[in-house]
């Protein structure tokens, strides 16, 4: 049986294209949504306003402790009560370091039952 050769422009096509894959496939993840990264605090730290994220101003144990609190909530209104007292807390914080408090980009609550 007689070897299979590709034309030297064939071979050079299949090298770029799979070139071309990888690298928008590489791109596709770095810009993911859930990503670590910089944020719009840091931005907009950078560009002289003081700014922070809820995600901030609270430790990895108390970001848990409110996913889990969220979590267990049966309804919106109960939901939305952990959320308040939260949002109360962060915005003492926020005032003591002197930032401004952020609004939430969406409603954890939203997809409760009311």
Known sequence: MKPLLLPHT??????????????GLA??????PGRQGYGAGYHARQMGGAAATGRTLMTPAERDAHRTAIAATPNQDECRLVQSQQRQQLGERAQERGV???????????????
């Open 27 to 32: 791109l596709a993840q770095a810009s993911a």
């Open 100 to 114: 401004a408090m952020p609004t939430p980009r969406r409603d954890a609550c939203a997809a409760k039952q009311p």
């Open 10 to 23: 064939a071979l050079s096509a299949m090298f770029v294209s799979t070139l071309l894959l990888a690298s």
